[in-house]
């Protein structure tokens, strides 16, 4: 959400990192030195087209993947029109009950989100190796999990739990300060008090104890989570009972 990219903007930026955000490529030059031995030794320059341009030893491109589902579609495997994965069910079987497939290759379809996506997770790829184990042992599938990831960001543990949708209100428990020196805090995205997804930052134990609030659709109160003076783990447990009473 708009919120966290804010707030990882103003942190990259306090941590001396310049972002040229909206910029377009005009130019690029590399020279290398003309002995071998020392040709690390080049400079990259770039040049932007509002006519600034940057100079730099290493240069990393980052511009996303697709799938390698070449092997598939000479197999003659279904594909997921939509995000370019091979279809598999619950249990990772293709379109070819012999021949199962798992990880970021996988287009599955996720009953939380009620859609099929590619995850490309370590955790989505492990949770998939256990279920085409089971489909191919003619075992029930395990559990699907909620999504999950994590990443290490300036100082501070990102955990998200599920993923960003247009509809969701936000409520913040704790306090977004981008340049302090260990912030704690978790954005919680709701749908009538229902949790969705959540931005965890260095709050990977809070999060867990939110995730059974997820994982069974139990709506929380947005107010009391966003006060810091009401304790999580009573309030989580408390939703559960209000859920289970009702």
């Known amino acids: 959400p708009a919120a966290l990219s804010n707030w990882l903007a103003e942190r990259a930026r306090h941590a001396g990192v310049d972002l040229r955000l909206d910029a377009r490529i005009a130019r690029t ?13 080049a400079r990259f320059k770039i040049e932007l087209q509002d006519a600034s341009s940057i100079e730099a030893d290493v240069v990393v491109v ?16 279904a594909l997921d029109p939509a995000n370019g994965g091979i279809a598999v069910d619950a249990a990772c079987r293709s379109s070819d009950p012999n021949i199962y497939a798992a990880g970021d290759c996988a287009s599955q379809h996720r009953r939380h989100l009620n859609m099929a996506l590619r995850l490309e997770s370590w955790q989505n790829a492990n949770e998939q190796a256990r279920a085409a184990a089971a489909g191919m042992l003619d075992q029930p599938a395990p559990a699907e999990p909620y999504p999950w990831f994590w990443t290490d960001q ?14 969701l209100v936000y409520a913040c428990r704790g ?4 340049q302090a020196e260990a912030p704690k805090f978790i954005w919680l995205g709701h749908r009538d008090g229902v949790p969705v997804h959540a931005i965890a930052i260095n709050a990977g134990g809070d999060l867990r104890q939110l995730r059974v609030l997820f994982e069974q659709g139990i709506a929380i109160d947005p107010e009391r989570y966003a006060d810091e003076t009401v304790a999580l783990k009573p309030l989580v447990k408390a939703c559960q009972q209000n859920a289970a009473a009702s």
Do not use: K, T
């Not at 980052?62 to 495997?77: E, R």
């Open 175 to 178: 306090v977004p300060q981008a």
């Open 62 to 77: 980052a511009i996303g993947l697709v799938p390698d589902v070449s092997l598939a579609a000479q197999a003659g495997l």
């Open 154 to 167: 300036y100082g501070c543990n990102v955990q998200m739990l599920g993923l960003p949708q247009p509809d």
């Open 29 to 41: 030059d590399w020279q290398p030195h003309a002995d071998a031995a020392v040709r690390h030794q």
